[in-house]
């Protein structure tokens, strides 16, 4: 059985629930994905999917993956992601995967990348409080002393520093799947999921 798609996130929003809940949702449009790739342990050594989501001008495919796309008979694909499955009998070249997928009540693992800061300072990077505001400090902002003593000599491996904040791989996990539109293609999330809108995320089942 497979257990996950590929989407992008759309935005948030919230519904009412028929007991007069207020839910905030994350909006996810899932697929439809093809299957470009049926993996099977005589030739791969393991089971698996390769999905592929979201158009690409075919201008701008490199000829290694134009000629995996013809194999695959699909038009050229933005996005490719492999997931495990127990057995592929279930799965052709070509077919077709939409947010069906889902119902009401699962939960689901959301992986995305968190929206790009640019290089930040400490106080914004790792929360550090900064330097006092009043007599004469001239440090507001600077991380302070950084080495240890003569001996090691140097700054420690893993030092928390200024540099790139945010663009990594998060994951939000066990969320609920409150809504479920296949005829949109859409998946309504409760909470909050990485990312920017239209950012490309994997939905799996927990």
Avoid: W
């Avoid at 999917?49 to 490199?62: D, E, I, M, P, W």
């Avoid at 968190?114 to 007599?135: I, L």
């Amino acid at each position: 059985m497979l257990k996950g798609l590929i989407g992008k996130k759309v935005g948030m929003t919230r519904l009412f629930m028929e007991e007069g809940r207020v839910v905030p949702v994350t909006v996810l449009e899932v697929g439809p994905c093809t299957v470009v790739q049926v993996k099977t342990p005589a030739r791969e050594k393991y089971s698996a999917v390769q999905l592929g989501f979201g158009q690409k001008k075919a201008s701008r495919v490199n000829k290694p993956l134009t000629g995996h796309f013809k194999k695959g008979g699909s038009e050229p694909l933005a996005i490719l992601k492999e997931f495990r499955v127990a057995d592929t009998a279930d799965f052709a070249v070509g077919q077709k995967v939409t947010a069906e997928l889902f119902a009401v009540g699962d939960k689901v693992h959301v992986t995305g990348k968190s929206k790009g800061m640019g290089f930040t300072g400490v106080v914004k990077r790792h929360n550090f409080a900064g330097g006092r505001k009043t007599h004469g400090c001239t440090t507001h902002d600077a991380p302070g002393s950084i080495g240890a003593s003569a001996d090691p000599s140097r700054v420690m491996r893993g030092k928390k520093m200024p540099g790139q904040h945010g663009n990594q791989q998060r994951q939000a996990r066990n969320l609920k799947v409150v809504d479920v539109r296949p005829d949109m293609n859409l998946v309504l999330v409760k909470g909050a999921v990485p990312g920017a809108i239209g950012g490309i995320i994997f939905l799996e089942k927990a």
